[in-house]
């Protein structure tokens, strides 16, 4: 079985959202590989003393336990344009670091940022991220994610985001998009238009 990932956010020399990562990681590590034991990726490892108060992405690497961990100065990408490409056979409910699926999706439609995946009708997620809509009132995520992201589990349980079945059909009646992932949060100063969303 191939390594899984954990990338956690890094910022201030502090990380964040900690507590959701732990959680995910023991979940994959118990389901995957049958381990009873809780390991604390906090205490487990250390920040660099070198690493400056800049935003950092924190990439953990590990199986039955920690494999590899790497520090990496984060910078985000600028995505406008998302291309919905329709996946049925996709499965990916554990993070795994093999992410070949996703590039070879991705490389197909080189004229857009970035795509988003829909699976038996409905909108799942882009090939990096969760996504959320705002409908004018209130900020929806899918239903139905590849993977259930720390950051979207984190803004559901603050209600903060809300579940919805969408289907590509349903995309009309949002005003914007925004996409969430452990390095990004909600910004309503850098969201994706609706008419950036093509068939």
């Known amino acids: 079985m191939c390594l899984l ?4 956010k890094v910022l201030n020399k502090e990380f964040n959202n900690i507590e959701l990562h732990n959680e995910r ?6 389901d995957l590989f049958d381990c009873g034991d809780f390991i604390n990726i906090k205490k487990n490892i ?9 935003l950092y992405r924190c990439r953990v690497l590990y199986k039955k336990e920690i494999e590899k961990t790497e520090f990496i100065h984060y910078k985000p990408k600028k995505i406008k344009t998302l291309k ?5 056979e996709i499965e990916y409910s554990y993070k795994f670091a093999d992410r070949i699926i996703f590039e ?20 799942t ?5 969760n996504i959320v809509f705002f409908d004018g009132g209130k900020w929806l995520t ?4 590849l993977l259930k992201g720390t950051k979207r ?4 349980r603050k209600k903060l985001i809300f579940e919805e079945q969408i289907k590509p059909g349903d995309l009309n009646k949002f005003k914007k998009a925004c996409l969430i992932n452990a390095m990004l949060d909600i910004d309503e100063n850098d969201f994706i238009s609706i008419e950036g969303i093509c068939f």
């Open 142 to 145: 899918p239903s139905t994610p």
């Open 104 to 123: 070879n999706l991705k490389n197909k439609y080189p004229d857009f940022d970035e795509i988003l995946i829909v699976k038996n009708n409905f909108i």
């Open 46 to 54: 250390s920040i660099p003393e070198n690493l400056d108060s800049g």
């Open 153 to 156: 589990e984190d803004l559901l």
């Open 125 to 129: 997620d882009t090939s990096f991220s």
């Open 84 to 88: 919905i490409v329709e996946c049925n």
């Open 25 to 30: 990681f023991n979940k994959s590590r118990k």
């Open 5 to 8: 990932l954990e990338t956690i």
